[in-house]
């Protein structure tokens, strides 16, 4: 083989690795819902609960578990994407209408970002977080319960201090993913 294909023939392989790696892992995700414009997927792997949100926006995307009433006592992660580096928080709904990273209430942060990009006018997360952290500011995530899911997103600014143009609760079994 001379030097020249033996290149080219290295090069396609390596390819074709990387885009069967990147199909496999985009098709990962066990659970896939569309609400409204949002798309959320999922999967329940042992003790974590692995999350890719994406909705219309170049601001903030975000997602909240189990809230008392609106907001409150919700495990909320928000995060956005800025030249193209994800930034993401933590946060817990400290009122019906307002939230603060756990860290500033003697909490901790519990969140893993695995990726996340700005596509157009489509900003997608993807992170990792415990079923149950232990942090009092997180709550416990039970798969196999009916799970209140706030999907969110903000208007096209990266800060997550702008209130969002779209909210919404619904009931999800995480387990089998069927929506209420
Ligand atoms: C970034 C700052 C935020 C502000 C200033 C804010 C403010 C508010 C306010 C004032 C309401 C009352 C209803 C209304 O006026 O629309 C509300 C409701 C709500 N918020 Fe937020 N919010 C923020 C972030 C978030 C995040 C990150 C999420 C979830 C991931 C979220 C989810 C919700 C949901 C689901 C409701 C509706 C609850 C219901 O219909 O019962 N919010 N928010």
Known sequence: MS??????????????????????????????????????????????LAVKVAAPT?????????????????????????????KISDDFGTGVTSHAPDERRGGSSNVTVVGGSEVGKTTTLEFTIPLKSGDAKDGMIDPAAETKVMLAYGPDRDSMR???????????NLSTGTMK
Do not use: E
Not at 60 to 76: E, L, R, T, Y
Not at 78 to 83: A, P, R, T, W
Not at 162 to 172: A, E, G, L, N
């Open 3 to 48: 030097f020249r294909r033996g290149v080219v023939s290295t090069f396609g392989l390596l390819s074709c690795s990387l885009l069967l790696a990147g199909s496999l892992y985009a098709g990962t995700y066990q659970h896939s819902l569309t609400i409204d414009t949002m798309s959320l997927d999922w999967s329940v792997n042992s003790d974590t």
């Open 58 to 86: 170049t601001g903030w995307v975000g997602v909240g578990f189990n809230p008392s009433d609106m907001m409150k006592d919700a495990n909320i992660i928000i995060g956005y994407v800025k030249d193209g580096k994800v």
């Open 162 to 172: 702008m209130k969002h143009v779209y909210d919404k609760i619904v009931t999800i």
